[in-house]
């Protein structure tokens, strides 16, 4: 039984599209982010509205690979092929945009698309557990808080985000919550229907219309749970995935996985669980600048190096969600989490003690039947043992 809140969900990014061009009629201000690290907070205090932008489907790579390098991560290419089509409507309606130099790949395409709209690119640091990275960081905030001030003619106060930070830890953990629904064994809804849940709340500009739907959504499939009600039976494997972010375009491997016979209770990547486990801190006397910090400096992306919050929320997630095995997904030329695969695999394996499977793949279905495969026998040896 698929949970009733979802059609609200399967709607909701046409819905959004509305949203955002009533408030630009109202003269209300959007900006653009790709990425988790941007700290949300600072333009909610510019009195902005965030938004999530494409870059996560096939059909605009084509575009893409006139201007840029074929053998280039998808999601780099989705991207840039959206905004030069104008076939993102939020990406059209942004005025500016927020990025931040988490790849190299990334960091030159926005040199390109930087010439299609104003944007401002965050230099992060990429030694998590480090005073001077800390301080760049916190440095890189005050940046981008000048930059959207200056942007929008606004005064950015402490208040204001303060104000922020709390709306913003509400979100998240609201989020988290939805997320803890499938820790129950069965899990009361599929890995797909959550994951389109997590992605187009993205796209989503009211933050409090926002917390509510996820509120709501939540409530239900609890509801489902207290009922015995699932898809999925107590001998389902239940599947941890890992690795680059999935969005509702590119979510062939969960899919895969789930008409295979698997449940995908667990989410690690940025564009799950990822960026939800830590909260800004509010205590009134931190300085606000530095909690930000903190918290977004210490998202355990690849692009961090050493990256043991990875390992950590990984052993987490797979005792909290009972897990059976880990499957790691890697975009094609996404060097820096194909390369960290060997760690995580070793220490799946070594330290876990769960199976562990590493798909490299792209947004494009010409693989989906060598997938299937891999994924079958796959699951074949997580229900042999």
Same mark, same amino acid.
């Given at each position: 039984?698929?949970?009733?809140?979802?059609?609200?969900?399967?709607?909701?990014?046409?819905?959004?599209?509305?949203?955002?061009?009533?408030?630009?009629?109202?003269? &209300?201000?959007?900006?653009?982010?790709?990425?988790?690290?941007?700290?949300?907070?600072?333009?909610?205090?510019?009195?902005?509205?965030?938004?999530?932008?494409?870059?996560?489907?096939?059909?605009?790579?084509?575009?893409?690979?006139?201007?840029?390098?074929?053998?280039?991560?998808?999601?780099?290419?989705?991207?840039?092929?959206?905004?030069?089509?104008?076939?993102?409507?939020?990406?059209?309606?942004?005025?500016?945009?927020?990025?931040?130099?988490?790849?190299?790949?990334?960091?030159?395409?926005?040199?390109?698309?930087?010439?299609?709209?104003?944007?401002?690119?965050?230099?992060?640091?990429?030694?998590?557990?480090?005073?001077?990275?800390?301080?760049?960081?916190?440095?890189?905030?005050?940046?981008?808080?000048?930059?959207?001030?200056?942007?929008?003619?606004?005064?950015?106060?402490?208040?204001?985000?303060?104000?922020?930070? &709390?709306?913003?830890?509400?979100?998240?953990?609201?989020?988290?919550?939805?997320?803890?629904?499938?820790?129950?064994?069965?899990?009361?809804?599929?890995?797909?229907?959550?994951?389109?849940?997590?992605?187009? &709340?993205?796209?989503?500009?009211?933050?409090?219309?926002?917390?509510?739907? *996820?509120?709501?959504?939540?409530?239900?499939?609890?509801?489902?749970?207290?009922?015995?009600?699932?898809?999925?039976?107590?001998?389902?494997?239940?599947?941890?995935?890992?690795?680059?972010? *999935?969005?509702?375009?590119?979510?062939?491997?969960?899919?895969?996985?789930?008409?295979?016979?698997?449940?995908?209770?667990?989410?690690?990547? /940025?564009?799950?669980?990822?960026?939800? $486990?830590?909260?800004?801190?509010?205590?009134?006397?931190?300085?606000?600048?530095?909690?930000?910090?903190?918290?977004?400096?210490?998202?355990?992306?690849? /692009?961090?190096?050493?990256?043991?919050?990875?390992?950590?929320?990984?052993?987490?997630?797979?005792?909290?969600?009972?897990? $059976?095995?880990?499957?790691?997904?890697?975009?094609?030329? /996404?060097?820096?989490?194909?390369?960290?695969?060997?760690?995580?695999? $070793?220490?799946?394996?070594?330290?876990?003690?769960?199976?562990?499977?590493?798909?490299?793949?792209?947004?494009?279905?010409?693989?989906?039947?060598?997938?299937?495969?891999?994924?079958?026998?796959?699951?074949?040896?997580?229900?042999?043992?």
């Amino acid at each position: 039984m698929r949970p009733q809140s979802m059609k609200v969900f399967d709607e909701l990014r046409n819905l959004n599209v509305l949203t955002v061009q009533n408030a630009k009629q109202e003269g &209300k201000k959007v900006v653009g982010c790709y990425c988790t690290y941007t700290p949300q907070e600072l333009i909610l205090a510019a009195g902005a509205y965030p938004v999530t932008l494409c870059g996560t489907r096939q059909e605009p790579v084509a575009a893409a690979e006139r201007d840029l390098p074929r053998n280039l991560c998808p999601l780099i290419k989705s991207s840039y092929g959206f905004a030069i089509t104008g076939k993102c409507p939020y990406f059209e309606a942004a005025d500016v945009l927020v990025a931040e130099t988490t790849c190299d790949g990334k960091k030159k395409m926005y040199e390109l698309m930087g010439k299609i709209k104003p944007m401002h690119v965050m230099k992060l640091p990429h030694s998590p557990k480090s005073e001077a990275a800390l301080a760049a960081w916190t440095k890189e905030m005050e940046l981008l808080k000048e930059w959207l001030a200056e942007k929008f003619a606004v005064e950015i106060t402490d208040e204001d985000i303060r104000k922020a930070i &709390k709306l913003m830890n509400r979100e998240r953990e609201a989020m988290r919550r939805l997320h803890a629904t499938t820790k129950v064994k069965p899990s009361p809804v599929s890995g797909v229907d959550l994951l389109v849940a997590v992605w187009t &709340k993205g796209f989503n500009i009211n933050k409090e219309d926002g917390i509510k739907l *996820v509120e709501d959504l939540t409530a239900e499939i609890e509801d489902l749970a207290a009922r015995g009600i699932s898809p999925f039976t107590d001998k389902t494997p239940r599947i941890l995935l890992t690795g680059c972010p *999935v969005g509702f375009g590119s979510e062939k491997v969960v899919r895969l996985l789930e008409e295979s016979g698997a449940s995908v209770v667990a989410f690690e990547n /940025c564009s799950g669980y990822k960026a939800l $486990d830590r909260q800004v801190d509010e205590n009134p006397a931190k300085d606000v600048m530095t909690a930000l910090a903190e918290k977004y400096l210490n998202i355990p992306c690849s /692009c961090m190096s050493p990256n043991q919050g990875r390992l950590d929320l990984i052993k987490k997630l797979a005792g909290e969600y009972q897990v $059976d095995a880990v499957v790691d997904l890697t975009w094609q030329a /996404c060097h820096t989490y194909n390369v960290e695969a060997y760690v995580i695999r $070793d220490y799946v394996q070594n330290q876990l003690q769960l199976p562990y499977l590493h798909l490299e793949t792209d947004y494009s279905q010409s693989d989906v039947e060598q997938l299937r495969v891999r994924v079958q026998a796959f699951l074949e040896l997580v229900q042999g043992e």
